[in-house]
């Protein structure tokens, strides 16, 4: 047994060592960094004022307070800022393949996937998950929801979750590198920037926008559920419950089409 | 039992035929049209461990898409390719333990971090053991002069001494093959022959097997004992240089700088008569083979008819031959003989 | 003016680039689409529990406002304090310098190249969601429709005068991508790009309101809604305009010390 989960701990292992690396080099450019973070913390406080200005002036959107909202805004920045920080190299996928620069990872005994992800690292990721749960505490604690150890617990499982999507929707639209051979393709941007409409409750918006970010692409797994999980809100709780296995298919799903998409690489050559 | 073993290995590839601009997109979306280009057709390859092989071929004969395969990059289409008890592909992993790889265009190496980082990063890739590291560390150190700039990032050395370093990368773990593309190009003569010696040594004193693809002829001559040819996917040429030489590398010419021009061209050539003579004011060139006549008799023949003030004797040259392959003046079928296109063709 | 035949040429150059890199374009526009989709979608819904206007604004006007504001933020998105610090990098300035322009004006070149097609992409984009979403608010008249289009030319130079000076800070630092981003953002929250800044409380629009950014988005918004009074337009016009030649001259006399150090320093 042990022996099977070696290949997936000297992964894990070797992720932090690629990415600490990663951190090492960016570290060496101290003003930079720091910009990078302020900039990113800048970013998310304009969100937030943007949300309390408007909750000077009108009690709720279709319902939900003014902390709730700002539950959903942290949970993205949270999730962005994981993905940022911890799978930044993901987004260099298209360029990776289209240069050629992929052939160096096949040639390395490491799973590939875990040098692609650890290719690169966005500080400014660390400014979004301070803020973002700086932010969410605050949502917390304007929650009138009794937190049980059970109710902690699945918190935490949600949060995970939320990141995870986040994760597998952007490593899923990366490995679009593989068949569209053009270094900057818009495709996982235009994915990722879906996450703008989940910072709201998705009830504003109409049945096909809703269908869109619960089922085609769950970004409201990401944001909306958790958030009524945490307002204790039953009448979305029970979404809320399938986050996680929302989490593990996105995941699935976006690690098979990497797959494919590397044995599209291997066999249509370049 | 030969380590690389490649029986009938194919590699096809499926091209879109895609006319430029808009509508031709536009076209190749409603119906599609393939080309089939063969760039590996059907290759026998067969590699013990210990040889230094050069692998050499125009651009596009297939040379990096054999590589690929071998590497375990590429899948093949057909035939057969174990690579020391493992299909490449199939055991990626395992396979990328057993091999160095240097691109000559591109480097090993991490970009932002100083050269040490990447070494030891491929300790933790290749799990190798530390004294065992350690130990080639400073061999390599030493012998590639290393030291100078091992706190340097990739990104800001040398193109010379990145490609030492890349070689260092590359012979860390102990590899069995190491696989060089293209490694000394755009390098200077000094380094080249450093690297070169580097190779040489290491493949005699480990027994690295060794492949190499390279335009560069100086390359094959200080470090391969063996030379196989690709043209458009095929085989067409599997030996030894010295029998490359001997076999199709027969001409000399022997250039004569001569007192006064030649009174009769004719009594000359009428001495040496399967030889090329041609005459330009006080030079002679006589163009013979080498297993025809010795550059004596040759010289004897000239020397009865004209005053010779001095000559010199060029060498068949390996580069010229390559250059005739890839010209497609020269077609090498099987250790036969070279069968000479004429000029032109 | 012979002289303004060379600039136009860099103009033409800096759009063929553009369209080279047009998904750096697409990508960049998909990020603000979403943006806009998700306004329209949240101001209805605040809208239609709320009957009337808000902060003085009606649900036609604050489409107009939201869709304005899109506009004036695509245009010249394809220049940003990035491409000083690539200038720098390679030697560009080095180049630049030797050369018989002038520096900020070739920038300015440069950056209004690609606005053409910037323009029109952002159109399309606010076109179909304007269609989609129906009763959007048109110019309140002709003249303000006239002054809207000097409002919006002014906006623009605001633009290019403040991130040009913001991009002096490439000569003393690496990489630009996180000042870019912190400028953006503060120039979203004062520009009135966020919400129309009569929504804001009173401090901070009194510091808005000392600041250069409201001439990027709420002047030229509200004068093509016509929400201001004859006088404070006129005001707001000339404060716009002031900002823009301040920013230009700013701009000026950061260059002139920065190419002294890199004229003495040697780049």
Known sequence: MADRLRPVRRGIYLYFRLLGQQMKSILAYQADFVVLLFSAVVVQLAGFLFIWTIFQRIPSINGWTFWQVVTMYALIFITEGVGSLFFEGTWMLGWLVWSGQFDQMLVRPVSPIIQVIAYRVGFNGLGNIVTGFTLIGLGIANSSVQWSAGRVLMLVVLVASAATIRVALNLGTAASGFWIRNPWSMVPMFVHQLGELAKYPITIYSLGVQALIVVAIPFAFVSFFPTAFIFGLDAWSLPALLTPFVAVYCLFVAVSIFRRGMRNYESSGH | MPLIEAKGLTKQFRQAVKEPGLVGSLKHFVTRKYTDKLAVDHIDLSIEAGESVAYLGPNGAGKSTTIKMLTGILVPTSGSLIVDGLVPHEKRVQNAKNIGVVFGQRTTLWWDIPVIESFNLARDMYEIPVKRYKANLAEFTELLGLGEFMNVPAGKVSLGQRMRADLCMALLHDPKMLYLDEPTIGLDIAVKDSIRKFIRRQADERGTTVMLTTHDLGDIEDICNRIVIIDKGKIIHDGGLAALKDNYARDRVIHFQLARPPESIETIRAGLPTSELTTDGLRLSVRFDRFEHQAGEIAAVVMRHVEVIDFRIDEPEVEDLIRKVYLGQLSLTSAGEAALAPAGA | ?267
């Open chain 3, 1 to 267: 003016m012979r002289g303004v035949t060379k600039y136009v040429s860099f103009s033409k150059a800096s759009l063929q680039i553009m369209l080279v890199y047009k998904s750096s374009l697409a990508v960049n526009m998909i990020g603000t689409v979403f943006y806009v989709i998700a306004m329209f979608y949240l101001w209805q819904t605040i809208f239609v529990n709320q009957p009337g206007a808000m902060g003085g604004f009606t649900w036609p006007e604050m489409k107009g406002y939201i869709l304005v504001s899109f506009l004036l933020n695509s245009v010249m998105t394809w220049y940003d304090e990035w491409t000083m610090g690539r200038d720098i990098r390679e030697g560009l300035v080095a180049v630049d310098l030797a050369r018989p322009i002038d520096f900020q004006a070739k920038r300015f070149a440069d950056a209004i190249g690609p606005i053409p097609i910037e323009l029109f992409s952002a159109l399309v984009v606010a076109a179909v969601v304007a269609v989609a979403f129906g009763g959007v608010a048109l110019p309140a008249d002709g003249t303000h429709a006239i002054l809207f289009i000097l409002s919006a030319v002014l906006a623009t130079i605001t633009k290019f005068g403040l991130v040009y000076c913001v991009s002096m800070v490439a000569f003393w630092t690496t990489g630009m991508t996180g000042i870019s981003v912190a400028r953006m953002a503060i120039q979203n929250i004062f520009s009135g790009a966020l919400i129309p800044l009569v929504f804001f409380p009173g401090w901070l629009r009194s510091i808005a309101a000392v600041l250069p950014f409201q001439g990027l988005v709420s002047t030229p918004a509200l004068t093509y809604l016509g929400k201001m009074d004859w006088p404070t337009t006129v005001l707001m016009l000339t404060v716009q305009a002031a900002w823009a030649a301040g920013l230009i001259l700013l701009g000026r006399l950061a260059w002139r010390g920065a190419s002294r150090a890199v004229t003495i320093n040697g780049g």
